[in-house]
């Protein structure tokens, strides 16, 4: 449900893109330093964004520099980190880790049992520095089973439990920005909870999985509302956003908000339209036949 939070490339300077770069390669480093070169794959864009927001609104001391990785043998790369990315990096392998754990016990995945136990060593200093977060997410991931295994729970109620848990996330430290924060994250998380449902539909149906939207599909409020959905929780998230006193990095943000976290929504889309198209043509030729 992760890989949404991500910035729209053509849209942003070279400047731009060399410093959203800069910060998710630092991340990447991060993981390795801390957790080891495994740890690397558990990457995603979206802890990059946490860093942007929690780095413009505390402005901790950075730590830059250029070199070569293994993923990037052959040419140097900029890297950006400080605490936060130290903060990011245990948060994404926290919700790595409960995840791989949460696909053990509903599915009885071998595989993610196995690598679980990679991470369990690192997860449980995690849990050390972060009790908080790590008991918000091991309790949100644990009531959204509960409610997708119900298979009669309405979107909204599983989108708030997703929220919660994206809140969480964002409380690098309980404060006087720790409500508008929370309030950004919320409306983040039960948008991607909505986005993934709309995404996976289609897929979730002919897999006869668990989808929050299905039962929707004939009702007066049916999967048509959907964009006015995500529009009106994304625009909620904005609205926090920009309560927030950010200067650092805000135009990569604001790229992020209002046109980024639209990527794999265009590009489903666009492929429905498509394949709409095809099947259109293949009628016309069939009736002309």
């Known amino acids: ?18 410093r959203y770069k800069s910060v998710y390669c630092g991340l990447c480093r991060t993981l390795g330093k801390r957790h080891g070169s495994m740890a690397r794959m558990t990457l995603t864009y979206d802890m990059t964004f946490l860093i942007l927001v929690l780095g413009s609104l505390y402005e901790p001391e950075a730590e830059k520099g250029c070199e070569r990785c293994l993923l990037h043998p052959l040419k140097e790369h900029d890297y950006h980190s400080s605490e936060i990315t130290d903060y990011a990096a245990d948060m994404n392998l926290a919700l790595f880790y409960l995840k791989l754990l949460d696909d053990w016990h509903d599915d009885r995945n071998f595989l993610s049992l196995l ?14 520095l972060y009790p908080r977060q790590c008991d918000v997410i091991q309790s949100r991931m644990k009531a959204l089973t509960e409610l997708e295994v119900s298979k009669e729970a309405a979107p909204d109620a599983c989108a708030r439990v997703f929220g919660e848990l994206m809140a969480e996330i964002f409380i690098w430290r309980e404060d006087r920005w720790s409500q508008s924060l929370r309030a950004m994250a919320s409306s983040l998380g039960e948008f991607i909870y909505i986005m993934d449902a ?13 989808n929050p939207l299905i039962d929707f599909l ?21 609205i926090e956003f920009e309560k927030l ?24 889309r ?16 069939a009736n002309e036949l």
């Not at 709309?198 to 668990?210: A, G, Q, T």
């Not at 004939?218 to 904005?238: A, F, R």
Request: net charge positive; aromatic share 10%.
């Open 1 to 18: 449900m992760f890989g949404y939070v991500i910035a729209n490339n053509e849209a942003m300077s070279q400047e731009e893109q060399q």
């Open 115 to 128: 690598q679980s136990l990679i991470f369990k060593r690192r997860y449980r200093k995690i849990l050390k």
């Open 198 to 210: 709309v995404i996976d539909l289609e897929k979730d149906i002919k897999k006869r999985r668990f």
């Open 218 to 238: 004939d009702s007066d409020c049916g999967i048509c509302h959907y964009e006015e959905i995500l529009t009106m929780l994304i625009g909620d998230c904005t």
């Open 245 to 268: 006193p950010l200067v650092e990095d805000v135009s990569i943000m604001r790229n992020i908000l209002y046109s980024g976290v639209w990527a794999k929504y265009e590009l489903y």
């Open 270 to 285: 666009a492929k429905k339209a498509k394949k709409t198209d095809k099947t259109g043509l293949k009628e016309k030729n």
